[in-house]
C-alpha cells in the first residue's frame, strides 16, 4: 500500500497540471471551435517568464501576475481577435492550420528574445520537492500540495460561474452560430473573447505550476504536456469540465503507477509512459460519441458570402502557355545547377528538397485531395525508412527496400484507417497523431525497427553495375521517384478517385448520398498517402545513410504539416515547392547562431497564420495573383491591337475574356471553408 | 396614404420615392423603421440596389416578391446580420446602420429568421433562456420563459429536448417563441410558415396578430400572399432587389398580381395551397405543406 501511494502521489500534480489545459482546450473549443494546439506553447511561455522575473529577483506574487495573469491572457486574446474570430464558421482544416503554426512560431519567437540558454524552473508557492508532512508513511511534497490545491479551487471556481453567469449557454450558443446568438442580444464577441482569455489563462496557470517539475524550461517538456492534455480533454469528451478533472487526474496517476509497476529497463517502461496518454488519447477518440458527431451547421452561414471557388487551372491560352513555360524554365534550371553547377552541400540540399517533397506529396493526396487532417506522416515516412533499412541490412537491393518500405507503410495507413473511418475533421488529425507519439516513443525503439537513438545504416542503392552511391546519380534517382509519383498523383487527382476525394472534402454526407463507399475512400487515400511517406521516408535513409529515430520525430509530422499548407495544399506543384523552400531555407538559416536556429520553422509557421485568409497557400495565392496580373496586360495589349485575330486570340476571348474571376468555374470543387 | 409605384425597373425613379416618403412620414406620424437608399451585397454578389421604405409605428408591413427578389436580405439589413454596403436604417430616429446585430436586438428589433433558425445544439428551453436573459436580464427572464410556454404548450412539453431535435414545424414554433418572449418594438419575421401543415400555419397567424395587437410593429415576408397582405396595413413589392411598389394593400394589389401571377390573392378566396400548387404538380397532395 506504502509502495502504491508513493507511486500515486507524484502523479497528481501532473494530473492537475493536464486538468487545467484540457478545461482549457475545451473551453476554447466550446466557445470557437478551435482545437487550440497553441496552448503548449502559451504554457511555455508563462513558465518562462515566471521563471526569469524570479531569478531576477522579482517577488513571486509579481511573478506571476505578469506570468499568468497577464502574458498569457494577453497572448490568448490576440491570437482570438486577430485571428481565430474569423474562422468560427471555417471547417476544421482552416482551424487547426493557425494553431499548429503558432504553437511552432511562439517558441520560436520567444528563443529569439531571451535566447537558449537553460532556464532553471521556480516554484510557486511551496517548495515543490520540499517535504511537508506523510501521509502514514507517504512524503508528500510541495508540488503535490499546491498544484492539487489550486487546480481544484481554480476549476470549481470556473465551473460555478460558468453555470450562474449564463456565460457557459452564450459559449454553447456562439458556436453554433455567432449570428444566431446576435440575434438574441448576446455580444458574440465578447463572449469567445472571454472564453479565450480565461482559458489562456489556465494554460499560463497549468505552465507555471508543472514547470518546477522538469529540470529545465524547455518548449517539448510542454508539448507534451499538451498531448496529455488533450486526452484528458478527450476523456470528457471535449463537453464536461468534472470528466475532464477526473481523467487528467487519472492520467497523472496511471502514468506514474505504469512507471514504477513496469520493469525498468525496458523500452515498455521508458515509452509507454510518455506514449500513454495517445493510448488513451486514441480509445477515447473512438469510445466516445460526442466526438464522432459533426459540429451543427450554423443556420446562417448563408449570410457569408459563399466561399470563393479556389482559382480554377483555366487560365487565357497565352498566360497558360507562358506560366508552364515558366515552370518547366525554372524546374530545369534547379536542375541544371543541382547536377552541373552547384558543389557539395547544395548538390545535397536540391537532393533533399525532392526527397521531401515526394513526402510532402502525401500530404496533398491526403489533406489536399481527400479534406483529411493527418498529423503523422512523419511516422508512416519513418516506418519506410526502417523498413529499408532492416531489408537492407539482411541483404536486400535498396531499390527493392525503398519498394518494399512504402509497402508497409501503405499497411500501417491502411490499419490507422481503420479507426478514423467513423471520426471526421479534427479527431482524425488527433488520432494520427497519437500513432505518430506512439511510433516515437514505442514503436521506432526496438532493435528489430528503428533502433531508438542508435538508429540504422542505409547504404546508396546499387542496380547492376550502375551505383547511385554519389551524389549527382542519387539526385537522378530521386528525382525520377518525384516524377512518377508526382505524375501518379496527378493521374489520381484527374480521375475518379480524385473526384470522388474532392467529394469527400465537400461534404461527407453529400458524397455518401450519392453513392460513393466513405469507408473505403478513406482507406483508399490512407493507404496511398501513407506508400507515398514510406518512400519518401526510405529515400531520406538512404540519402542520409544514417538514421534514427529523432529523423522521424513526431514534431516534424506537425511542422510538414504546416509548412505543405503555407505554400500550398491543394496541387501537386504546392509539394514540390514546399519541398525545395523547405531545404533551401533549411541550408541558409543552419548558418545562423543558435539564437535564430529556428527561423525557419517561424518562416512557415507565419505563413500558416494567413491560412485563415489565404487556404491556397502563400505560393499558391501569389502564383495565382501574378497570373491575374498576366492575363490582364494581355488582354490589355490585344485591346491595343485590334488587327490580332489569329484563332487562338478569337477562342481565349470566346472562352474566358469575359468572365470575371470569381465567376470562373471551378474544376476541384468547392470547398467547406 | 399616397402610393409610390415606380415600375420594375425603378432605377432613375427613386429620387421621387424619397420626395414621396418624406411627405408620407409627415401624413402617417413618425415611421419606426425607415430604410433609405439600402445597398447590400453578398461578396461580389449584389442583393439590394436602392432600397428604400418605411414602417410606420404600429403597423404591418408586408414585403412580397419572387423567389431571389432580396427579401430576405432586407429582413437580415434591418436586423444587422448584413451590413449595408450603402444608405442608412433608421429605427425610431436614430441611425442604426452600422450597429452589430446584438446592439440592434438589445433596441427592440426582433428577427424570426427563414429556415432552420433555432441553435440545434441547445435544449429548447436554453434557446428561451439564452433570448431572455440577454435582453431581459437574469430576473425577469423567468417570466418570458413562462409565458413562452404558456403560449405553446406542445414546447413545454418538450423543454429539455435539445432544439435540433425538434420536428420542422416544432423548430418554427420554438423560433416563433424565442422572438415572441421578448416583447419587442419591431418584429422581423422571414418565410415563417414555410413547410408548416394548414393548421399551424393558422397558429402562426393568430400568434402575429396577438403580437400586432399588442402594439408590436410587424415587417412579415410570407409566402401565402393573400394572408399576409389580409393582415398588413401596407405592402413592400420587391422585384430583383428594387421596390417596384410600395403603399396600402390596396394601392398594391394590381401590382402584385401582375409581378406575381401565381402568388396574387384571388378575391376573397381564402385556398391559398390550390393557388401555389404548379400546373406541372398535377398529382401534388392537397394541403401539401411544402408545394412551393
Not at chain 1, 50 to 78: C, K, Q, R, T
Request: aromatic share 6%; proline share 5%; glycine share 10%.
Amino acid at each position: 500500500m506504502a509502495l502504491f501511494l508513493s507511486f500515486l502521489l507524484p502523479g497528481i500534480p501532473y494530473g492537475c497540471a493536464y486538468a487545467l489545459m484540457g478545461a482549457g482546450l475545451v473551453l476554447t473549443y466550446r466557445a470557437s471551435g478551435v482545437f487550440n494546439l497553441a496552448f503548449g506553447a502559451q504554457a511555455y511561455v508563462s513558465a518562462i517568464i515566471f521563471s526569469i522575473a524570479v531569478h531576477d529577483a522579482w517577488p513571486a506574487w509579481a511573478a506571476f501576475v505578469v506570468a499568468v495573469l497577464v502574458a498569457s491572457p494577453a497572448i490568448g486574446l490576440a491570437m482570438e481577435r486577430l485571428l481565430f474570430r474569423y474562422t468560427r464558421t471555417a471547417g476544421p482544416l482552416v482551424k487547426l492550420v493557425p494553431a499548429l503554426g503558432l504553437l511552432i512560431a511562439i517558441p520560436s519567437v520567444t528563443q529569439m528574445i531571451i535566447g537558449t540558454s537553460t532556464r532553471l524552473p521556480s516554484s510557486l508557492v511551496l517548495q515543490t520537492w520540499k517535504i511537508y508532512f506523510r501521509l502514514g508513511s507517504t512524503p508528500v511534497s510541495g508540488g503535490e500540495l499546491s498544484t492539487t490545491v489550486i487546480t481544484v479551487v481554480v476549476v470549481g471556481l470556473f465551473a460555478l460561474v460558468l453555470r450562474s453567469s449564463g456565460l457557459g449557454l452564450r459559449m454553447r450558443a456562439v458556436v453554433e452560430s455567432p449570428r444566431m446568438a446576435e440575434l438574441s442580444g448576446v455580444r458574440a464577441d465578447r463572449t469567445s473573447a472571454t472564453a479565450w482569455v480565461l482559458s489562456s489563462l489556465f494554460a499560463g496557470l497549468a505552465g507555471v505550476l508543472l514547470a518546477p517539475l522538469f529540470a529545465t524550461v524547455s518548449a517539448p517538456n510542454f508539448t507534451a504536456l499538451l498531448v496529455a492534455a488533450i486526452a484528458a480533454a478527450a476523456i470528457g469528451g471535449f463537453e464536461s469540465l468534472p470528466l475532464v478533472l477526473a481523467g487528467a487526474i487519472g492520467l497523472g496517476i496511471a502514468q506514474q503507477l505504469l512507471a514504477g509497476y513496469l520493469p525498468s529497463g525496458t523500452i515498455l517502461s521508458s515509452g509507454l509512459r510518455p506514449a500513454f496518454p495517445f493510448v488513451v488519447l486514441a480509445i477515447a477518440l473512438v469510445a466516445r460519441r460526442t466526438l464522432r458527431q459533426p459540429a451543427a451547421r450554423d443556420p446562417l452561414a448563408s449570410c457569408d458570402p459563399p466561399a470563393l471557388a479556389f482559382r480554377a487551372p483555366a487560365r487565357m491560352t497565352q498566360v497558360a502557355v507562358g506560366s508552364r513555360a515558366f515552370s518547366v524554365l525554372v524546374a530545369g534550371m534547379l536542375v541544371a545547377t543541382t547536377v552541373v553547377l552547384v558543389p557539395g552541400s547544395w548538390e545535397f540540399v536540391f537532393t533533399l528538397g525532392t526527397v521531401l517533397s515526394i513526402v510532402f506529396l502525401s500530404i496533398t493526396l491526403l489533406t489536399g485531395m481527400g479534406g483529411q487532417i493527418s498529423l503523422g506522416q512523419a511516422a508512416f515516412a519513418g516506418a519506410g525508412a526502417f523498413t529499408a533499412g532492416q531489408l537492407a541490412m539482411h541483404a536486400v537491393p535498396v531499390l527493392a527496400a525503398v519498394l518494399l518500405g512504402g509497402l508497409l507503410a501503405a499497411a500501417l495507413g491502411a490499419v490507422v484507417a481503420l479507426p478514423a473511418l467513423r471520426l471526421g475533421g479534427i479527431a482524425v488529425g488527433l488520432l494520427t497523431l497519437s500513432f505518430a507519439l506512439l511510433a516515437t516513443n514505442v514503436l521506432f525503439l526496438y532493435p528489430w525497427s528503428g533502433n531508438g537513438a542508435t538508429g540504422l545504416t542505409v547504404p546508396r542503392p546499387q542496380v547492376g553495375t550502375v551505383s547511385f552511391a554519389g551524389n549527382g546519380a542519387f539526385f537522378w534517382l530521386v528525382l525520377a521517384f518525384l516524377v512518377l509519383l508526382a505524375g501518379a498523383v496527378k493521374l489520381v487527382q484527374g480521375g475518379t478517385i480524385g473526384r470522388e476525394l474532392a467529394a469527400l472534402r465537400g461534404s461527407e454526407r453529400g458524397s455518401a448520398a450519392i453513392g460513393i463507399d466513405m469507408r473505403r475512400l478513406r482507406v483508399v487515400a490512407f493507404t496511398l498517402s501513407a506508400a507515398i511517406a514510406g518512400i519518401g521516408g526510405a529515400l531520406y535513409a538512404s540519402l542520409q545513410q544514417s538514421i534514427s529515430v529523432n529523423d522521424f520525430n513526431y514534431q516534424f509530422s506537425l511542422v510538414y504539416v504546416v509548412v505543405v499548407a503555407a505554400v500550398g495544399v491543394y496541387s501537386v506543384a504546392g509539394a514540390l515547392e514546399a519541398g525545395v523552400l523547405y531545404a533551401v531555407l533549411m541550408q541558409l538559416t543552419s548558418t545562423l547562431s543558435s539564437r535564430f536556429s529556428s527561423l525557419l520553422a517561424l518562416v512557415f509557421a507565419l505563413a500558416a497564420l494567413t491560412y485563415v485568409r489565404h487556404p491556397e497557400g502563400v505560393v499558391a495565392y501569389g502564383k495565382a495573383w501574378v497570373l491575374d496580373r498576366a492575363e490582364q496586360l494581355t488582354r490589355h495589349l490585344q485591346r491595343a491591337e485590334p488587327t490580332y485575330a489569329g484563332p487562338s486570340g478569337a477562342a481565349t476571348g470566346q472562352r474566358h475574356g469575359h468572365l470575371r474571376p470569381h465567376l470562373r468555374p471551378h474544376l476541384h470543387g468547392g470547398d467547406r471553408r | 396614404m399616397s402610393a409610390v409605384v415606380t415600375g420594375i425597373d425603378a432605377g432613375p425613379g427613386i429620387d421621387a420615392t424619397a420626395v414621396a416618403q418624406g411627405a408620407r412620414s409627415l401624413a402617417d406620424g413618425r415611421p419606426l423603421l425607415e430604410l433609405r437608399r439600402v445597398e447590400a451585397s453578398y461578396g461580389p454578389y449584389r442583393a439590394l440596389f436602392g432600397v428604400s421604405f418605411t414602417v410606420p409605428e404600429g403597423s404591418v408591413v408586408a414585403l412580397v416578391g419572387s423567389n431571389g427578389a432580396g427579401k430576405s436580405t432586407v429582413a437580415r439589413v434591418v436586423s444587422g446580420l448584413v451590413r449595408a454596403k450603402a444608405g442608412s436604417v433608421w429605427l425610431a430616429g436614430s441611425e442604426i446602420t452600422r450597429w452589430p446585430a446584438w446592439r440592434i436586438a438589445r433596441a427592440g428589433i426582433a428577427h424570426a429568421p427563414e429556415g432552420r433558425s433555432v441553435l440545434a445544439s441547445l435544449t429548447v428551453e436554453e434557446n428561451l433562456e439564452l433570448a431572455a436573459r440577454a435582453l431581459l436580464g437574469r430576473r425577469r427572464s423567468k417570466g418570458a420563459l413562462d409565458r413562452a410556454f404558456g403560449a405553446f404548450g406542445r414546447l413545454a412539453e418538450r423543454r429539455h429536448q435539445l432544439a435540433g431535435t425538434l420536428s420542422g414545424g416544432e423548430q418554427r414554433m420554438l423560433s416563433l417563441a424565442k422572438v415572441l418572449a421578448v416583447p419587442a418594438r419591431l418584429l422581423v419575421v422571414d418565410e415563417l410558415s414555410l413547410g408548416l401543415a394548414p393548421a399551424v400555419v393558422d397558429e402562426v397567424f393568430g400568434a402575429l396578430r396577438a403580437v400586432r395587437d399588442a402594439g408590436t410593429s410587424l415587417l412579415v415576408v410570407e409566402q401565402h400572399v393573400d394572408r399576409v397582405l389580409a393582415m398588413a396595413d401596407r405592402a413592400v413589392v420587391l422585384v430583383r432587389g428594387r421596390v417596384a411598389a410600395e403603399g396600402s394593400v390596396a394601392e398594391v394589389l394590381p401590382v402584385v398580381a401582375r409581378l406575381l401571377p401565381q402568388r396574387a390573392p384571388v378575391a376573397g378566396a381564402a385556398s391559398s395551397s390550390a393557388q401555389h400548387r404548379s400546373p406541372q404538380q398535377p398529382g401534388g397532395r392537397p394541403g401539401r405543406p411544402d408545394a412551393e
